[in-house]
């Protein structure tokens, strides 16, 4: 019996991929979920039950939440990444985290295939794709709903003729919960203009009064929130989330370009992603250089659209990544940000490492490191090039293009 792993989380399209590919192909399954901070225990143990039931050899359930924080979302932090100015990449960079999980299980198990439920529509068949077929060179991938290019009402047609029993009801709004942030899609964002309703977003705004919120990073990654410490990165963030999500903050639709070549629009909830990133970015302003900057946002631009595209595995993402953790040795410190509903606003920070010291001078106040002198010599020098080139040139010098 040949032996197969099958990315699973319970849903329609893997709940087929299981019945089909164990009773009509004959394999021996393994199911896997990863699980990068989206399902509850009660969750994960009803995914299992399920997945017995329809017939799998062995269940496996991968926690995957600091793997996903140490292998991905470090860097996403350290470069301040927001996908076209918005979007924190929630999605996408779980998709990431449970492909390489995927791939490390079915090279543990010695497996001759693995398998996804991915459709041929959209962008998570070309990240699961590729990363399994680098990681597991030589191992079959099977996706039999795209192959079979299944419609919904195929698919539940099957599983009827079966005896499945599950909640076959389509959802008004589908939702992808993870350790960093929660997708929505719905009938809204199936069009260019209109906006989610309230009830639509998983969490529901109930906090009203204001909030001053302490947070402390160390080498640029949070660790504590309000006081509290925690040992792993990844429990800061979670404990962030259930302090400001209920004031609807990170809120937001991203339309974006997809791996295939379409436009694509979704709603998401981010409140942790999005204060941690905007925290994170005031205190770099206070600590880098002007050069760290502008080195920093190039490459985290770049960053953060190939991981997108799913290029995990590039090695010029080993390379980028060593300079970003490089320019966060002194990004250490507190930022104060004031809660509201549905907004939030950081206030400043404070750090041993401030470039902005007053002892070096009061931008527009007083200067205490230069004499007069000493800007008149500098201003002749940092001009001279284009001096000359006017000079040589024998042209008058132009405000704009007339």
């Not at 409140?271 to 994170?280: C, E, G, M, Y």
């Not at 993402?317 to 966060?328: K, P, T």
């Not at 007053?358 to 090039?385: L, P």
């Amino acid at each position: 019996m040949k032996k197969v792993v099958l990315g699973f989380s319970g849903g329609l399209d893997t709940t087929y991929c299981a019945l089909y590919l164990g009773q009509e192909l004959g394999y021996e399954i393994t199911s896997v979920t990863v699980d990068t901070g989206g399902f509850s225990a009660d969750e994960l143990a009803q995914i299992e039950a399920h997945a017995y039931r329809l017939g799998v050899k062995q269940h496996i359930t991968v926690n995957a939440v600091k793997s996903y924080y140490d292998r991905i979302l470090r860097y996403l932090i350290f470069g301040n990444v927001l996908k076209n100015n918005t979007y924190p990449l929630s999605v996408s960079a779980e998709r990431l985290s449970q492909a390489l999980a995927l791939a490390e299980t079915a090279r543990t198990l010695g497996a001759q295939a693995v398998a996804h439920g991915s459709t041929g529509a959209g962008n998570d068949q070309v990240r699961f794709d590729m990363i399994l077929q680098i990681a597991l060179p030589g191992v079959e991938i099977l996706t039999p709903i795209r192959d079979q290019r299944l419609s919904r009402e195929a698919e539940i047609e099957y599983l009827k003729a079966k005896g499945v029993a599950m909640n076959f009801e389509k959802a008004a709004y589908s939702i992808n919960k993870g350790l960093w942030g929660t997708s929505v899609g719905g009938r809204e964002t199936l069009h260019s203009n209109g906006m989610l309703p309230e009830s639509a977003w998983p969490t529901q705004v109930t906090a009203t009064a204001s909030h001053s919120l302490r947070l402390d990073f160390e080498k640029g990654e949070l660790r504590a929130v309000d006081g509290q410490t925690f040992a792993h990165p990844s429990e800061a963030i979670r404990a962030l989330q259930a302090l400001a999500g209920p004031y609807g903050i990170g809120r937001d639709i991203h339309v974006g370009d997809t791996i295939i070549g379409i436009k694509g629009r979704v709603g998401f909830e981010a409140a942790a992603p999005v204060i941690i990133l905007k925290a994170h970015h005031a205190l770099e302003k206070h600590v880098l250089s002007k050069w760290q900057l502008q080195w920093k946002d190039t490459l985290s631009q770049f960053y953060g659209n190939w991981l997108h595209e799913g290029q995990i595995l590039d090695p010029v993402m080993r390379d980028i990544e060593a300079f970003l953790e490089n320019s966060q040795q002194f990004v250490s410190g507190a930022v104060f940000v004031e809660l509201h509903p549905y907004r939030f606003m950081v206030a400043g920070v404070e750090t041993a490492h401030d470039l902005m010291s007053a002892k070096f001078g009061a931008y527009g106040e007083m200067n205490q490191g230069w004499t007069g002198e000493d800007v008149k010599g500098f201003t002749r020098i940092f001009g001279q090039q284009t001096r000359i080139w006017h000079l040589v040139n024998a042209q008058e010098p132009t405000l704009g293009h007339d």
